[in-house]
């Protein structure tokens, strides 16, 4: 028999047992063989609405670099803070217009959708005034390069002003996101895909 014929008939064999309601544990076994080939499950529930934490440290944080990586299910940024499990007070919201802290200066960030992130860590020595960070207000990030990211299009420093410092986050459109702390930084996520 030759190769278009084996191919007709096995169609045909297809549509016979589809048309008697056999077609379904077929499907089912074809998903789950899909599912089995190594595709990554991505988290779910993170949602797109303000995220803060509202501890107070103890001793003054200091912002010592920020960084970027791509995973396959969400882009992160990493704020460099120290502290071990010191509490430290972060905001992370969206906004449609990024706005420098505390002059209400516009600080242009492209990208379908900016992210405004207030993390409680100076980019300063609060005791010398020495700079722990070299961002510069209304700057890309030093050091940060986001080229082949699938979510994050954009960064820019705001200010550190009264021991927050202050970042935009341009992102691809309005994702769902999450904030962790872990043990010397803060790291947000953001989704590729709702």
């Not at 045909?12 to 063989?33: I, M």
């Not at 706005?99 to 960030?109: A, E, L, M, N, Y």
Request: glycine share 14%.
């Amino acid at each position: 028999m030759h190769k278009g014929r084996r191919a007709a008939a096995a169609a045909a064999v297809l549509v016979a047992v589809g048309s008697l309601g056999l077609a379904a544990p077929a499907a089912s076994a074809v998903a789950a063989a899909a599912a089995g080939s190594g595709a990554t499950a991505c988290p779910a529930g993170w949602g797109s609405l303000p995220k803060q934490g509202t501890d107070q440290a103890t001793k003054p944080h200091s912002l010592t670099g920020i960084r970027t990586g791509r995973h396959d299910c969400y882009d992160r940024m990493v704020f460099d803070v120290g502290g071990g499990t010191d509490p430290l007070n972060y905001h992370v919201e969206y906004v449609d217009t990024f706005r420098q802290d505390p002059s209400g200066t516009v600080i242009p960030v492209s990208g379908g959708a900016i992210l405004d992130i207030h993390v409680g860590a100076a980019a300063y020595d609060p005791e010398t005034g020495q700079a722990t960070y070299p961002g510069h207000p209304g700057k890309a990030l030093p050091g940060v390069d986001l080229t082949g990211y699938r979510t994050f299009r954009d960064t820019k420093f705001g200010s550190s002003f009264e021991g927050v410092t202050q970042v935009g986050l341009g992102v691809r459109a309005r994702l769902p996101f999450r904030v962790q702390r872990l043990s010397d930084r803060l790291v947000v996520d953001v989704a590729h895909t709702w």
